[in-house]
């Protein structure tokens, strides 16, 4: 099993995730499309629900909400989701020989971050763990590790300052990319080739990881420092923070470049 924080995959099939009300929430299309290989799950979990709620299963309805998730497209749409408890009664209803360790491997993600919350060092443990797996060096993975510490403590310094989760977390990391390397999160996945769930940080290299940094540690002090509140001011400390990581950028170009043309004069002197 892989993951990211909000993508949990199942035999390389993708389960969107949310963490919402003190628990996992997961994307019910998802699991079906997984369990009853439809080439049609919304079509497959519509009857179904109109089935289990004709049987007298209406607490199961009850235990549907619509939450926003990522799409193909990139967009956050309102999806039909469900909590552990809600998703084993779907699960009962499908015929699926994937059933039964698709039961144990959702088990094991909502146990997970149990055991997080209860231990936060447990996910850094497990993050490290992924990213060897994965083949990244211990020095990449270090840096990566305190941008994750970073940026945990920016995005929470927003949520205390009114930004919301999703749309205005998206705003304001876009401001401080534009500021820092002249493009969105969207142009960067574009310019190194990767697909929607894949986290741009984890396809940076080691200095585009300390800018990234720079840009979030100077973000979180301005808006500290000016007392922001609300979108609007916190929107200008994510560009003004990415501005300083972006002319530190452009200072480690100009000296790189003076190296190279040195190196080339050199070259022709001999």
């Known amino acids: 099993m892989t993951k990211t924080k909000n993508i949990a995959v199942f035999e390389e099939k993708e389960v969107r995730k949310i963490w919402h009300d003190e628990q996992w929430y997961f994307s019910i299309i998802d699991i079906v499309s997984i369990l009853s290989e439809s080439p049609h799950p919304r079509r497959y979990w519509s009857d179904l629900k109109r089935k289990l709620i004709s049987e007298g299963y209406s607490e199961l309805y009850d235990k549907i909400v619509q939450l926003k998730l990522v799409s193909s497209d990139g967009k956050l749409y309102e999806t039909d989701s469900t909590n552990l408890q809600g998703i084993f009664r779907i699960i009962q209803s499908i015929p699926s020989p994937k059933a039964e360790p698709f039961k144990q491997w959702l088990a094991k993600v909502g146990q997970e971050r149990i055991e997080e919350i209860q231990d936060p060092e447990r996910a850094i443990v497990r993050a490290k763990k992924i ?19 970073v940026r945990n403590t920016l995005t929470n310094e927003w949520k205390n300052r009114g930004a919301k989760e999703g749309f205005d977390f998206a705003i304001l990391t876009n401001e401080i990319y534009q500021g820092a390397f002249e493009m969105t999160a969207k142009e960067i996945k574009d310019y190194k080739n990767l697909g929607n769930p894949d986290n741009p940080r984890d396809h940076m290299n080691e200095l585009e990881i300390i800018l990234t940094m720079l840009g979030e540690a100077t973000t979180t002090k301005l808006s500290q420092t000016r007392k922001s509140q609300g979108l609007p001011s916190l929107k200008k400390d994510a560009k003004d923070g990415g501005n300083v990581a972006g002319n530190a950028r452009k200072e480690i170009e100009k000296m790189k470049k003076w190296i190279t043309d040195k190196r080339i004069k050199t070259i022709n002197i001999l």
């Open 131 to 149: 990213y060897d797996q994965k083949g990244y060096s211990e020095d990449w993975i270090a840096k990566r590790m305190r941008g994750i510490n």
